[in-house]
């Protein structure tokens, strides 16, 4: 939890005072299958001024094994809080902690950061826990979009200690054709070819748009050592153009439950 003051806590819900800016957003809240272990977007968090905190599953939601969450439990109606939700809120580190402040420099965000960019960035995971949730990527005027994103999957494509790798290095994008779980997936690699991990399921799409548009530029925004917990080893930023009129992660799957 952010030490500036215009945050304050409750028990286990988080409450960000009107007037802190940088905590508009939405991002989309995932669930992994136990015995799968696909990742499927279920539902979709936002937060601005006016309305605080809102939440609504996704058509996506319908995916085999899922059951609505207990503090969410009808599948079609919106849930609106002027505080975080505590499926949430219990994601957020808080500012109390010995550790709070290597926290934030793992997920290279300054003293300042607020409880929304933490989840936001952190991707809310938890161990043991099968929900996982992602920044809806945005898109300029001009359609360009960059976005962060954390390397899944290091620990499996590396098999031991990372490369040395540096801010600003570029990286590059492969398909894997014989990924039976996914055949959409695309590998991070360095710059000389070597596997890295992989990009997120859930940015997948919205990379796509991107491709289709023009290159992308892929590269190295921050790395943590073997101390951080594997899935926050790599934040590589992503940049690039999208179609005229796209929204990602938009229709489809991506609409609301019973739209």
Same mark, same amino acid.
């Given at each position: 939890m952010s030490a500036d003051p215009t945050v304050e806590t409750s028990g286990t819900a988080v409450r960000v005072a009107p007037g802190t800016?940088?905590?508009?957003?939405?991002?989309?809240?995932?669930?992994?299958?136990?015995?799968?272990?696909?990742?499927?977007?279920?539902?979709?968090?936002?937060?601005?001024?006016?309305?605080?905190? $809102?939440?609504?599953?996704? #058509?996506?939601?319908?995916?085999?094994?899922?059951?609505?969450?207990?503090?969410? /439990? &009808? %599948?079609?109606?919106?849930?609106?809080?002027?505080?975080?939700?505590?499926?949430?809120?219990?994601?957020?580190?808080?500012?109390?902690r010995p550790d709070f402040a290597e926290y934030l420099r793992q997920l290279?965000?300054?003293?300042?950061?607020?409880?929304?960019?933490?989840?936001?960035?952190?991707?809310?995971?938890?161990?043991g826990d099968t929900v996982q949730m992602f920044p809806v990527p945005s898109v300029e005027a001009d359609g360009s979009s960059t976005c962060f994103f954390l390397v899944h999957g290091i620990r499996y494509v590396t098999g031991g200690p990372l490369p040395v790798l540096a801010p600003g290095d570029r990286l590059e994008l492969r398909r894997e054709p014989g990924n039976v $779980?996914?055949?959409?997936? #695309?590998?991070?690699?360095?710059?000389?070819?070597?596997?890295?991990?992989?990009? /997120? &399921? %859930?940015?997948?799409?919205?990379?796509?748009?991107?491709?289709?548009?023009?290159?992308?530029?892929l590269t190295v925004e921050h790395v943590n050592g073997p101390e951080a917990p594997p899935h926050l080893r790599l934040l590589v930023r992503l940049a690039g153009s999208t179609p005229p009129g796209y929204v990602p992660m938009s229709g489809g799957r991506w609409r609301r439950w019973g739209s």
């Open positions: 800016g940088r905590s508009a957003g939405a991002l989309i809240v995932a669930w992994q299958h136990p015995g799968t272990r696909l990742i499927s977007p279920v539902g979709r968090l936002e937060h601005g001024p006016g309305f605080g905190y $809102r939440f609504h599953y996704l #058509r996506a939601a319908a995916v085999e094994g899922f059951q609505a969450f207990l503090s969410f /439990p &009808d %599948l079609s109606h919106e849930y609106r809080s002027e505080r975080l939700f505590p499926l949430f809120s219990q994601r957020i580190m808080s500012w109390r290279h965000l300054d003293a300042h950061a607020t409880p929304w960019e933490q989840l936001a960035r952190s991707e809310g995971r938890r161990t $779980r996914n055949l959409a997936a #695309r590998l991070v690699c360095t710059s000389d070819g070597a596997p890295l991990g992989y990009v /997120p &399921d %859930l940015l997948l799409d919205h990379l796509d748009a991107m491709l289709g548009t023009g290159p992308v530029s």
